[in-house]
């Protein structure tokens, strides 16, 4: 069986949730949209698979002047999850199809800000949290060939 891969830069960066919260909820829905099409766009010049995979590993990483603390990091990523599954390239983005996504950060130059998203067919998903408090650890296992 062959392995989907996807990889693709994105020349913009996703704002993140600290700039937008006050912001009307029309801003934040044409936000919303206009990285969906951005992504969607992306993903059809990179190569959309035959089917949306129901299985993945997606790691995500922000290149920016600053780090953001982590919880802006992921939740910034929000729309171009929606954007990979809206171009048919994810099932869905739940942890039963995704498990944990990998957010990164690298440091650039001032205007030179970009994501990098990279996604990656697998086999299955473990999911397993050892007891409360614990947290949870997510794998996925590559699919072979």
């Not at 780090?67 to 802006?72: C, L, S």
Request: proline fraction near 8%; hydrophobic fraction near 35%; aromatic fraction near 8%.
């Amino acid at each position: 069986m062959t392995r989907y891969r996807l990889e693709f830069i994105v020349d913009r960066l996703p704002p993140l949730p600290n700039e937008t919260m006050y912001r009307h909820w029309a801003v934040k829905r044409k936000i919303a949209q206009d990285w969906k099409q951005l992504i969607y766009l992306s993903v059809l010049d990179a190569g959309v698979p035959v089917k949306p995979l129901r299985f993945a590993r997606v790691t995500l990483t922000r290149c920016s002047s600053r780090r953001p603390d982590w919880d802006n990091l992921a939740s910034s990523f929000k729309h171009v999850l929606d954007g990979l599954i809206e171009a048919r390239v994810l099932e869905d983005d739940s942890p039963n199809h995704i498990g944990c996504p990998l957010y990164q950060w690298r440091k650039t130059t001032q205007k030179a800000g970009h994501i990098v998203v990279c996604v990656e067919e697998i086999n299955e998903i473990y999911i397993s949290a050892s007891g409360p408090g614990d947290g949870v650890v997510c794998e996925g296992r590559p699919v072979p060939g």
